[in-house]
């Protein structure tokens, strides 16, 4: 059972990077000052994720 939560944790931990690099290059393409925001929320998922906090943090 504990190998089962290892693999999901790295399983939302790929997806959580996933979306946040995903977000970023959507935001480098159509690039407006208001999206700021959405930048810096992806920045701070992947500090998270590559910090290793856990997973409910993000």
């Known amino acids: ?6 693999g999901r944790g ?3 931990r790929w997806l ?3 979306a946040a690099v ?3 290059v ?5 690039f407006n000052p208001w999206l700021l ?6 920045a701070g998922v ?6 290793q906090w856990p997973a409910s943090l993000y």
């Open 1 to 6: 059972m504990r190998h089962r939560r290892r």
């Open 10 to 12: 790295r399983a939302q």
């Open 16 to 18: 959580a990077v996933a």
């Open 22 to 24: 995903s977000g970023l």
């Open 26 to 30: 959507l935001k480098a393409v159509w």
């Open 37 to 42: 925001v959405g930048l810096l929320l992806d």
């Open 46 to 51: 992947l500090a998270a994720v590559f910090g």
